[in-house]
T-cell receptor, first 114, second 112 residues
C-alpha cells in the first residue's frame, strides 16, 4: 500500500506571496490532517478534513486554509506569507480521524519564506 | 500554554542500555496517548499508544507506562539500538476533540 505523499518537498517563497501544498493520503483513508513543525514549537495542529469537510481547526490565522477533494486528496494554502511561516508542513492521513486512529504521516513540505 | 511537555530536548544512551523518554501533560481530559518517532527528512511514524484505561502497553522492545495521577507517561526502549536514534514525540488527545496535542520532542542518540 502506497504511503502518504506530499508535493512539493521543498519550496522557497518570498514574503507576501501565497503557496499551495498538496497531500495524497493512503488509499481508503478519509481523514487528512495538517501540521506545522518548527524547532521552537514542535508539531502544531492546523486543521483536519474528513469527507471533504473541515472537521477541526487549530489556532492559526485565517491566512491558513485548506480543502479536501472527493478522492480525499487535500491541499493547504497559505496566503500573504510571513517569515514566521517558514516551517516543515506535515500531512497525515487516517481512516477515521487523528484522535482514535493511527495517523500516517507524509515526509513533509519544507517551506522557506525569504 | 503547553499541555503536553517533553522536558528533555535530548537524551544520550549507550547501545544495549535502557532509554527512558518522559512526557507530562496538564489536561485531565486526555484519555489517549501516543508516541511517534521521526527520522530526519521523514514524517513521524507511529510507535505505540496507550489508552487511559491501561497503565502499561508493550510492543517488542517498546513499553509505554501511564501514571494518570501524576499525569505522566514514559516510553522505555530496551535494549536501545543505534537505529533508535531519532526524535520522539509524545501526543495526547481526548476522544471528543479529535485534535491531538504534541510535545516538542526529545532527540534520542544511541551510541554504539
Amino acid at each position: 500500500k502506497a504511503g502518504v505523499t506530499q508535493t512539493p518537498r521543498y519550496l522557497i517563497k518570498t514574503r507576501g506571496q501565497q503557496v499551495t501544498l498538496s497531500c495524497s493520503p493512503i488509499s481508503g483513508h478519509r481523514s487528512v490532517s495538517w501540521y506545522q513543525q518548527t524547532p521552537g514549537q514542535g508539531l502544531q495542529f492546523l486543521f483536519e478534513y474528513f469527507s471533504e469537510t473541515q472537521r477541526n481547526k487549530g489556532n492559526f490565522p485565517g491566512r491558513f486554509s485548506g480543502r479536501q477533494f472527493s478522492n480525499s486528496r487535500s491541499e493547504m494554502n497559505v496566503s500573504t506569507l510571513e517569515l514566521g511561516d517558514s516551517a516543515l508542513y506535515l500531512c497525515a492521513s487516517s481512516f477515521g480521524g487523528p484522535s482514535t486512529d493511527t495517523q500516517y504521516f507524509g515526509p513533509g513540505t519544507r517551506l522557506t519564506v525569504l | 500554554d503547553q499541555q503536553v511537555k517533553q522536558n528533555s530536548p535530548s537524551l544520550s544512551v549507550q547501545e544495549g542500555r535502557i532509554s527512558i523518554l518522559n512526557c507530562d501533560y496538564t489536561n485531565s481530559m486526555f484519555d489517549y496517548f501516543l508516541w511517534y518517532k521521526k527520522y530526519p527528512a521523514e514524517g513521524p511514524t507511529f510507535l505505540i499508544s496507550i489508552s487511559s484505561i491501561k497503565d502499561k502497553n508493550e510492543d517488542g522492545r517498546f513499553t509505554v507506562f501511564l501514571n494518570k495521577s501524576a499525569k505522566h507517561l514514559s516510553l522505555h526502549i530496551v535494549p536501545s539500538q543505534p537505529g533508535d536514534s531519532a526524535v520522539y514525540f509524545c501526543a495526547a488527545s481526548d476522544g471528543g476533540s479529535y485534535i491531538p496535542t504534541f510535545g516538542r520532542g526529545t532527540s534520542l542518540i544511541v551510541h554504539p
